[in-house]
């Protein structure tokens, strides 16, 4: 079993910017991939951005690229979403994702989740 632990959620303004950042922890050895997603009030979890555990691949959702990215620190058993330039369509709660086979961006393909984390945008 892998546990996973978002933090970093908060409410910032139009244009700001946020790091969330996930802790993994247990049977850490069996990651193959991190991923991020998001769900908003009243719609379904959406893919975000996804990493390799072990090499520099990524992929990212339309929305977010130019402005988030995915750093993977293994050494730390963490995972980083860097935020920037934030929308009011990008508030959701955040969700720390592990797959234990494949880098993907579907919900299906991942084995582990966190709690979330609430980011709120401001506008």
């Known amino acids: 079993q892998v546990q996973l632990e978002e933090s970093g959620g908060e409410l910032v303004h139009t244009g700001g910017s946020l790091r969330l950042a996930c802790a993994a922890s247990g049977l850490t050895f069996t990651i193959y991939a991190m991923g991020w997603f998001r769900q908003a009030p009243g719609k379904e979890r959406e893919f975000v951005a996804s990493?390799?555990?072990?090499?520099?691949?990524?992929l990212y959702a339309d929305s977010v690229k130019g402005r988030f990215a995915i750093d993977i620190d293994n050494a730390k058993n963490t995972v980083y979403l860097q935020m920037n330039s934030l929308k009011p369509e990008d508030t959701a709660v955040y969700y720390c994702?592990?797959?234990?086979?494949?880098?993907?961006?579907?919900?299906?393909?991942?084995?582990?989740w966190g709690q979330g984390t609430q980011v709120t945008v401001s506008s």
């Open positions: 990493g390799a555990w072990n090499d520099e691949r990524t």
């Open positions: 994702a592990a797959a234990r086979e494949v880098l993907s961006a579907y919900v299906q393909s991942y084995d582990y």
